[in-house]
Structures are given as structure tokens and as C-alpha cells.
């Protein structure tokens, strides 16, 4: 009996140190229910770690689409400063009015951005581009979409480009701007220019606000990413913690045993010798 | 004395020396029998017959009996202690089967359910993205497997638990019928007037083995070895009781176990009501396993049932909504039945993610996420249910362990006792042979001098 159970106990021990596991079936430890629930709450922060850095590179592209469209305003506006002088005639003019086209055209195809298939400015309609490439009329919706910076905890990651841009609730249209001062190029009106001039410039003050609604965005889901790296590491070395075995007391645990059952063997073989049976 | 009569007695001891020899020898050719209890030969001097001189002159040794050395204290212990080892080690071996509610296991239900609300949190991100969908529906189809997965074991489980509780109602059948068969060989031997040692320990082996199996109580009766479990006989005399299995609708279609009495009426045995290793496979299959399979069950329920509720309000890629994310059914085997609906699984848009219908709106999407910290119609949100199931469960069947190790240790120490008391010392054997063979040689010296003597006389002239 005493071999017995020396024997299992040497299993045991040589299971543990070979595995590598000190917990493994739910009865090994009483530990069991919060190993389960960390290995959810890793899982659960790790979601939400990777959806907020995903997240924080497509506010990236858009800052990088806003930024592009902040330079072609401002170019713009230097143009309309430029063009608006009594000095530019219509020939000066109009030449003026084909850069300013090529100027609408950049803003365009920097607004319709997109990453794998999807637009990142057209609120939650994302599948068509939020810009229509003839008119330039937006097509997206006043929809914002949201992500989790924490279990439910949802923040913004996409700005209303309805406002943004497209001049919605009292903002000014910055691709109707641009193509306004371009038919004023063209209509060699130096009064429409100025107007225009105006609008670029109320125009580049709305972009830049939308930038740095981004740049928070960006900044709350990049601390949320962090956040969540941190906890799912956390997480991980807790369930470890609690389900490795530590090599060193497994290896002693192991030696330990194997002495034991050495000596039960060696009584138990003993006590066979001390026998009449040899004696008689 | 006359010498003749010397012969007579001399010869006669000759005989009991022999029975003592044949007594010692059966002891040493039985010391690994199981169950045997070393037999002692019981001497004493002869009733004096002649009054010579004064005195009264001995008639030699006569032979008392062959009796087996027991204990009668320890042969009470050893039943109960064989049946509390065998209950605990039966009822920790059925729990100790299931590898399904393994806490870290990569493809276990933790994981698994981890891994449901992750990829639907990636789904959040682009709810249209068609990756991101086909993601989070496979990983809904690995949530449902997972809990069909230990839905199936915990019923093989306790299937296998029926297979074995067959076999082991027909063994106490055996048993019973052996113990009733041995009473009536003993009551025959003790008619005749001899104490059947073998049989009496061949009857008490059977007895210990019937309890170990049901927990039955042993007890001696005018010489009978009565065999009771709770207010049913199992042996009376020479009437045995017998055991049969049927399946019970009550039980899921487990088996119920039923006994027929020694007197003729029937009882049907269910968890608690029979101990022993019968008793703990009930207790395992029923309160163990069974409780498990039930709060799979529940869970499975009340998780899809969460699940559904907030992916009928979502609205699919082409407009439509109301669709349940799982099909589970009723409560009663819904583990074992949840799936995930064919129709999303076929087509991965109709997947109800938005609030709004526009294909990037996430609200949908956010609504199956919030169940994972909503409450269950259990009170508990789902990882919360889930890890205090496998944290009850574990805690159970530690419990199982520890309690058949220390039946294990107390079964030890009784039969060790036993052992000590009834069992065969080779040693002391071989010195009562070692006497024995002495003795024998000394009554020949006692034959062979009165011989010498008897020549003298009859050579007088």
C-alpha cells in the first residue's frame, strides 16, 4: 500500500515537471474559476486593445487626408490673395482657375479615403466613397462610429465629415469653396475671387478644428490600446501564475518522490528477506 | 497403565500431531489467500481414565478443534470501511472523467467563449467588412460546438457510468446468491458437528464484497450471515436478493437500479439510498455529472437566449432583421443542441450588425457586446456563469479525491489491523511446523521405547 502510493506520488510528480503544468483539470487547484475568468478577460482585452490600434491607424489616414486637404485650402487662399490683385489679368486668371481645379480634384481624392475597401469619412455609410467624384457632393451620413476603449466603454473614432467638410449646421462647404473660386477664376471676377478668399479661409479654420478632434480621438484610442495591452498582460502572467508550474519546486517536488519511493521500495525488500524461510 | 495402552495413546497423538501439521501447512499454502484468517489447533490433555496409586495417570492429548483465528470488532470495521472507499473511489472516478470543463484548455469553453466576444469586438471596427463577419460567425459556430462538445461527454459520461452500474448490479446478484449459498453449506458442516473455517471465511469475503459494492450492513444471525441494506434484505439465510437495471424516463433514461429482497418485495435504489461502489456511481452519475449536465444546459440557454435578443433588434447588410444569431431550443439539452442559424451560417451578411441599416454602423454590434456584462436569467453575467460552473465542479470533485483518499488510508489501517490480528505470519508458521515436527518425533521416541519394553516382556522365558 505504502509502494502504492509512493508510486502515484512519483506520477504526479514527474507528470508536473514534464508538463510543466501545475494546474491543468478544474480539481487540481481551487483556483480553477478564476483561471477561466482570466482566460476570458485576456481575450476580452486583447479585442479591444487590437480594435483601438486598428482604430488609431485609420484616424491616422484621416488626419492625413485632413492635413492634405488644409494644405490645397491654404494654397488656395494664397492663390485667391494672389489672383485678387488688380495687377492678374483674365488670362492670368484663367490659368489661375485651372490650378485651382486641379486643387479640387486633390482635395477629392484625399477626402475619399479609405482603408480595405472601406471609407473612413462618410460616417457609417462606408461602402461607397462619402464624396461624389463628378460633383463632389457628399454622400456619406451624420453618423459617428464608436469603439470600446474599455468594456463598455465606448468612445468616438470617426469625425462628421457632413460638418467637417461638407459645411453642415452653419460650416462652410470647402469643396463647394474651391469650386466657387475656380468659377470666379474663370468668370474673371475679382469680387467673387475675394468672397471666395473668405470662404478658404473660414473653410481652413474647419478642417483644422476637424483635425484636432481627430488628434483627440486618436490620442483616447491609442491610451485605450495601451491600456488594454497592459491589462492583457497583466492577465496573462495572473493565469500563468496560477497554471505553471515553477520548474524549480517541480524539479525538487520530483526528487523528493523518486527518494521516497527508492526507500519504500527498499524496506518493502527488505522485510521479504527477513524471513525463516531462509533460516530453517 | 498397561503398556498396550501407552501404544494406544502414544498412536493417538501420533494423529493429532498429524492434523496440527496439516493445520500449519494449510496456513502457509493460504498466506496470499484473500480473505483467509489463519486456523489454530486447539490441544488439550486427555480426560485421566486410571487411578493407580493414589493417583490419577493421564491418557494422552486430545484434539479440542481447528478454529480461525478472527476478530470480531475488526470484522465489523472492514465492511464498513471497504464500502466507503469504494463509494468515494466510484464517485471521484466519474467526476475525474471529464477533460471538457479544463479551465485553460485552448479549444475549452473559457476559450472559446473569450474568443466569441473578441471576434465580434473586431467585428465593431467594420461590420461590413466580409473577413471580419465570416470571423465572427465561425467563431460563434466554435462557442456552440465547445458547449456541444461537453454536453456530449458529460452524457458519455454518465452513459458509461450506466454501462458499469449493469455489470456491477449483476456482480451483487452473484454475490448475494454466493453468501445465501455458503450460509446453507455452513449451517450443513456445523449439523455435522465441524466447524467449516474455509467456508466461513469464503462466506465473509462474498459478504465484504457485496458491501463494498451496495454498502450493505453484516451481521450474524444463529449462525447465518445476514446481509441488510437500509430496510431491504439482500441475504437471509439461504434467500438472496436480486439486482436489475431498468431505464428511468425521470433520469433522462439513466438506469434506475432495483432490488428485489430476500422476502420478495421490490425496491427501486437511487442516489443516497445505496452506498458502496454502487452508491457512489449513482452519486457521481446523478448528483455529480448530472447537476453538471443541467447547468451546461442552463447556460447554453440563457446565453443564447441573451445573444438572441440583441441580434434581433440588429439589422442586416441587406436590410433585414429580427433573426436569431443561435437556435437552442428548450432548456433540457440545449447544449447539446445550440447551434448557430443555418441561414447566417450559409450567409454571413445577414449577420444583424447595424442599428441603423447604414452597413457601417456598428450599433448592432455593440448591442451582442453588451451581453457579455449583462446578467444571465442566472443572475450571473455569461464568463462569470461559466467559470463558477467549472470552480463548482472543480471544487466537487476535489472534494471526491480527497474523500476516497482518506476512506483509501482508513480502509488501509483496518485491513492492516485485520491483517495483524487474522492473517498468516510465515514466520510463526514455520515455528509451529518446526514444534509440530518435534512433537511428532518425540511420541515416536514414547512409541518406540514402550515397543522396547513390550519385546522385553515377551521375551521372558
Redesign the interface.
Known amino acids: 500500500m505504502a509502494a502504492a502510493a509512493a508510486r502515484e506520488r512519483h506520477a504526479a510528480a514527474v507528470d508536473k515537471a514534464s508538463t510543466g503544468l501545475a494546474m491543468e483539470h478544474p480539481w487540481d487547484s481551487a483556483d480553477a474559476a478564476r483561471v477561466a475568468r482570466e482566460k476570458i478577460a485576456v481575450a476580452q482585452a486583447g479585442a479591444i486593445a487590437t480594435v483601438a490600434e486598428r482604430s488609431s491607424e485609420e484616424l491616422n489616414a484621416v488626419d492625413g487626408a485632413l492635413a492634405s486637404v488644409v494644405d490645397t485650402l491654404t494654397s488656395a487662399a494664397e492663390l485667391a490673395v494672389q489672383m485678387a490683385n488688380g495687377t492678374y489679368n483674365a488670362e492670368d486668371r484663367l490659368r489661375a482657375a485651372a490650378q485651382a481645379r486641379a486643387q479640387w480634384t486633390n482635395a477629392l481624392a484625399a477626402l475619399n479615403v479609405e482603408i480595405a475597401g472601406r471609407y473612413l469619412l462618410g460616417g457609417t455609410e462606408d461602402q461607397v466613397p462619402p464624396f461624389d467624384p463628378t460633383t463632389g457632393a457628399y454622400q456619406g451620413d451624420d453618423g459617428v462610429r464608436t469603439i470600446e476603449a474599455g468594456p463598455g466603454m465606448p468612445i468616438d473614432v470617426s469625425v462628421r465629415a457632413d460638418e467637417v467638410i461638407a459645411g453642415a449646421n452653419g460650416g462652410v462647404d470647402v469643396l463647394g469653396a474651391l469650386e466657387r473660386f475656380a468659377q470666379a477664376l474663370e468668370a474673371d471676377d475679382v469680387a467673387a475671387i475675394r468672397t471666395s478668399l473668405g470662404e478658404l479661409q473660414t473653410g481652413i479654420n474647419q478642417v483644422a478644428l476637424g483635425r484636432s478632434q481627430v488628434g483627440s480621438m486618436q490620442l483616447s484610442a491609442e491610451a485605450a490600446a495601451l491600456t488594454s495591452r497592459e491589462v492583457e498582460l497583466a492577465g496573462t502572467e495572473r493565469k500563468a501564475a496560477l497554471t505553471d508550474a515553477d520548474f524549480v519546486d517541480a524539479a525538487t517536488e520530483l526528487a523528493l518522490a523518486e527518494r521516497a519511493l527508492d526507500a519504500t521500495l527498499s524496506v518493502t525488500a527488505k522485510s521479504f528477506q527477513l524471513s525463516l524461510l531462509d533460516r530453517l | 497403565m498397561s503398556l498396550f495402552a501407552t501404544l494406544g495413546t502414544a498412536g493417538r497423538a501420533l494423529g493429532v500431531m498429524r492434523v496440527a501439521h496439516a493445520t500449519a501447512s494449510h496456513n502457509v499454502e493460504n498466506a496470499s489467500s484473500q480473505g483467509y484468517s489463519r486456523q489454530r489447533v486447539e490441544l488439550h490433555a486427555a480426560q485421566p481414565a486410571s487411578f493407580l496409586g493414589g493417583s490419577f495417570l493421564g491418557t494422552g492429548v486430545h484434539l479440542g478443534s481447528v478454529t480461525a483465528v478472527r476478530d470480531r470488532f475488526l470484522d465489523e470495521q472492514v465492511p464498513a470501511a471497504m464500502a466507503a472507499s469504494s463509494f468515494s473511489a466510484a464517485a471521484s472516478q466519474t ?2 472523467a471529464l ?1 471538457t ?4 484548455d485552448q479549444f475549452g ?3 472559446s ?3 466569441f ?3 465580434v ?2 467585428l ?3 461590420p ?2 466580409g473577413g471580419y463577419r465570416r470571423a465572427a460567425v465561425e467563431s460563434a459556430e466554435s462557442m456552440a460546438r465547445a458547449l456541444n462538445r461537453s454536453s456530449q461527454e458529460v452524457v458519455a459520461a454518465r452513459s458509461a457510468a450506466d454501462q458499469e452500474l449493469q455489470a456491477q448490479a449483476r456482480d451483487a446478484t452473484r454475490l448475494a446468491e454466493r453468501v445465501a449459498s455458503l450460509n446453507a453449506e455452513v449451517r450443513r458442516a456445523r449439523g455435522a458437528g465441524a466447524e467449516p473455517n474455509d467456508r466461513v471465511d469464503a462466506r465473509r469475503l462474498a459478504a465484504e464484497e457485496l458491501s463494498a459494492l451496495t454498502g450493505a450492513r453484516l451481521s450474524e444471525q444463529d449462525g447465518d450471515l445476514t446481509v441488510q441494506l437500509g430496510a431491504t434484505a439482500l441475504v437471509v439465510g439461504d434467500r438472496a436478493a436480486s439486482f436489475s437495471t431498468s431505464a428511468d424516463p425521470a433520469n433522462g433514461g439513466h438506469l434506475a437500479l432495483t432490488v428485489q429482497s430476500s422476502g420478495g418485495g421490490t425496491t427501486t435504489l437511487g442516489d443516497g439510498e445505496v452506498g458502496g461502489r454502487i452508491g457512489g456511481l449513482l452519486h457521481g452519475r446523478d448528483s455529480g455529472l448530472g447537476a453538471v449536465e443541467a447547468r451546461l444546459d442552463e447556460l447554453a440557454f440563457d446565453f443564447a437566449n441573451s445573444v438572441n435578443a440583441a441580434h434581433q433588434a440588429g439589422i442586416a447588410l441587406d436590410g433585414s432583421s429580427g433573426r436569431d444569431l443561435f437556435v437552442v431550443g428548450a432548456q433540457a439539452g440545449a447544449a447539446g443542441r445550440i447551434a448557430v442559424t443555418q441561414e447566417i451560417v450559409d450567409d454571413p451578411t445577414l449577420l444583424g450588425t ?1 442599428a ?1 441599416g ?5 450599433g448592432g454590434v ?1 448591442a451582442l ?2 451581453t ?2 449583462s446578467a444571465l436569467a442566472s443572475g450571473d453575467v455569461p ?2 456563469a ?3 460552473l ?6 466537487a ?2 472534494s471526491a ?1 480527497n474523500e476516497a483518499d482518506a476512506a483509501a488510508a482508513t480502509l ?1 489501517h483496518v485491513s ?1 489491523l485485520r491483517d495483524a490480528a487474522s492473517g498468516v505470519s ?2 510463526e508458521e ?2 509451529e511446523l ?1 514444534k509440530v515436527q518435534r512433537n511428532f518425533e518425540a511420541v515416536s521416541k514414547v512409541l518406540q521405547t514402550t515397543d522396547q519394553m513390550l519385546n522385553e516382556l515377551l521375551s521372558l522365558r
Open positions: 467526476f475525474t477533460n470543463l479544463d479551465p485553460d469553453l473559457p476559450a467563449m473569450g474568443n466576444f473578441a471576434a469586438r473586431h465593431s471596427l467594420a461590413a467588412d447595424s441603423t447604414a452597413p457601417g454602423d456598428n455593440m457586446l453588451a457579455e456584462s464568463a462569470g461559466l467559470s463558477t467549472i470552480g463548482d465542479f472543480g471544487a470533485a476535489r479525491l488501509s492492516g510465515i514466520d514455520l515455528v518446526t
